[in-house]
């Protein structure tokens, strides 16, 4: 079946990075948008941007360009985001969510990897 | 950006009843790109809904998703206790994609 796996919780601190690893198996992983949303704790979704895993081409979200990178690694079929100079309030979940087919039907995102909780605190 | 409001914030309603909750964009969305998504406590989001009126793979034809342009309905029409959750709209015809706020389905 589709899923999404991904890297486990982390603890930063303000001014540091980190980077969410995101396993895809069931499908085609260059075939399909690779996404990543967050969610503050009791809030609803932010969306951050998407890549074409088979491209490389990416797309932030305004707030998060120069602060936010995403990349994947083909051979393991792996996507990553990593959020730099971290602030007290990109405490959150981070998901990643497979996106539509990059040739094919335009479609909601499905499935969502379970989520990566980062806590940033001194 | 689109900015999605959803109605109501809370919704208190038996099992067996109707519910109808509401999404509504601050402008067109393009080519009816409306997902619906439902989130358990601690849980990720599973689609629903995409293309407005779509239902995703699994997903029971109790539920059903209507509308266009601005104005989105996701119409369950006889609640089962797996139901009782959280409720997302979304948008992905334009960049930012963009949520609503959601909408709480609770047991009355």
């Known amino acids: 079946q589709v899923q999404l796996v991904q890297s486990g919780a982390e603890v930063k601190k303000p001014g540091a990075s980190v980077k969410v690893s995101c396993e895809a198996s069931?499908?085609?992983?260059?075939?399909?948008?690779m996404h990543w949303v967050r969610q503050a704790p009791g809030q609803g979704f932010e969306w951050m941007g998407w890549?074409?895993?088979?491209?490389?081409?990416?797309d932030y979200a305004q707030k998060f360009q120069g602060r936010v990178t995403m990349t994947r690694d083909t051979s393991i079929n792996t996507a990553y985001m990593e959020v730099s100079r971290l602030r007290s309030d990109d405490t959150a979940v981070y998901y990643c969510?497979?996106?539509?087919?990059?040739?094919?039907?335009?479609?909601?995102?499905?499935?969502w990897g379970q989520g990566t909780l980062v806590t940033v605190s001194s | 950006e689109i900015v999605l409001t959803q109605s109501p914030g809370t919704l208190s309603l038996s099992p067996g009843e109707r519910a109808t909750l509401s999404c509504r964009a601050s402008?067109?969305?393009?080519?009816?790109?409306l997902a619906w998504y439902q989130q358990k406590p601690g849980q990720a989001p599973r689609l629903l809904i995409y293309?407005?009126?779509s239902r995703a793979t699994g997903i029971p034809d109790r539920l059903s998703g209507s509308g266009s342009g601005t104005d989105f309905t996701l119409t369950i029409s006889r609640l089962e206790p797996e139901d009782f959750a959280v409720y997302y709209c979304?948008?992905?015809?334009?960049?930012?994609?963009?949520f609503g706020q959601g909408t709480k389905v609770e047991i009355k």
């Open positions: 969510a497979r996106g539509s087919e990059i040739t094919g039907t335009t479609t909601g995102f499905d499935p």
């Open positions: 069931g499908y085609i992983f260059i075939d399909y948008y």
């Open positions: 890549i074409n895993p088979n491209s490389g081409d990416t």
């Open positions: 402008q067109s969305v393009s080519s009816n790109y």
């Open positions: 293309g407005a009126s």
């Open positions: 979304q948008q992905y015809g334009n960049s930012p994609r963009t």
